[in-house]
T-cell receptor, first 114, second 116 residues
Framework: KQEVTQIPAALSVPEGENLVLNCSFT??????LQWFRQDPGKGLTSLLL?????REQTSGRLNASLDKSSGRSTLYIAASQPGDSATYLC?????????????FGTGTRLTIIP | DAGVIQSPRHEVTEMGQEVTLRCKPI?????LFWYRQTMMRGLELLIY????????DSGMPEDRFSAKMPNASFSTLKIQPSEPRDSAVYFC??????????????FGNGTRLTVT
């Protein structure tokens, strides 16, 4: 059974700093890994999707990497801003029944201090 | 595109009452998912549909829960009878199922259910 872990559960950093969020998974046979952002009282917003054949994906100040063999992914946020404060979740898609299931981590709550 | 639309945003009901949550997926998406989020258990997949057909309902906690998708633009999740432990935020999400399985998932804003 796939298990996804995100450590730490919460992180506070001063505005302007670069930061890295971590995600690890136990079963490396994945189709892809997705990073989401969740604001309070809102649903999840997809940030980046990395296919199993890719090593990284970039979108603006965000860069996600994937090391499938070691079961790890990182989300790098450059030049952090207060608007980046949110909970960040990673999720992996396995070749499971129907190939549609995502297994989510419990998230890292990020606070950017102005 | 209006995104995934869920209603109601908040629902407060008494134990034993029937609760119906509604979802309109993004137009053109052919996969629809119902998730439940709690502090203790995080995000749990309850059921998902592909082309309006339920594919996997192994996450549905009990027979009190049922879900339907009568057409491509509408789905319901029903709890009957509701219990306090059903209190959670229920999310609907949709995606375009492709052969590569690399389509991102789009979430609605959720329904916060409180059962007293």
């Amino acid at each position: 059974k796939q298990e996804v872990t995100q450590i730490p559960a919460a992180l506070s950093v001063p505005e302007g700093e670069n930061l890295v969020l971590n995600c690890s998974f136990t079963d490396s046979a994945i189709y892809n890994l997705q990073w989401f952002r969740q604001d309070p009282g809102k649903g999840l917003t997809s940030l980046l999707l990395i296919q199993s054949s890719q090593r990284e994906q970039t979108s603006g100040r965000l860069n996600a990497s994937l090391d499938k063999s070691s079961g790890r992914s990182t989300l790098y946020i450059a030049a952090s801003q207060p608007g980046d404060s949110a909970t960040y979740l990673c999720a992996v898609r396995n070749p499971d029944f129907g190939n549609e299931k995502l297994t989510f981590g419990t998230g890292t709550r990020l606070t950017i201090i102005p | 595109d209006a995104g995934v639309i869920q209603s109601p945003r908040h629902e407060v009901t008494e134990m034993g009452q029937e609760v119906t949550l509604r979802c309109k997926p993004i137009s053109g998406h052919n996969s629809l998912f119902w998730y439940r989020q709690t502090m203790m258990r995080g995000l749990e997949l309850l059921i998902y549909f592909n082309n309006n057909v339920p594919i996997d309902d192994s996450g549905m906690p009990e027979d009190r829960f049922s879900a339907k998708m009568p057409n491509a633009s509408f789905s319901t999740l029903k709890i009957q009878p509701s219990e306090p432990r059903d209190s959670a935020v229920y999310f609907c999400a949709s995606s375009l199922r492709q052969s590569s399985y690399n389509s991102p998932l789009h979430f609605g804003n959720g329904t916060r259910l409180t059962v007293t």
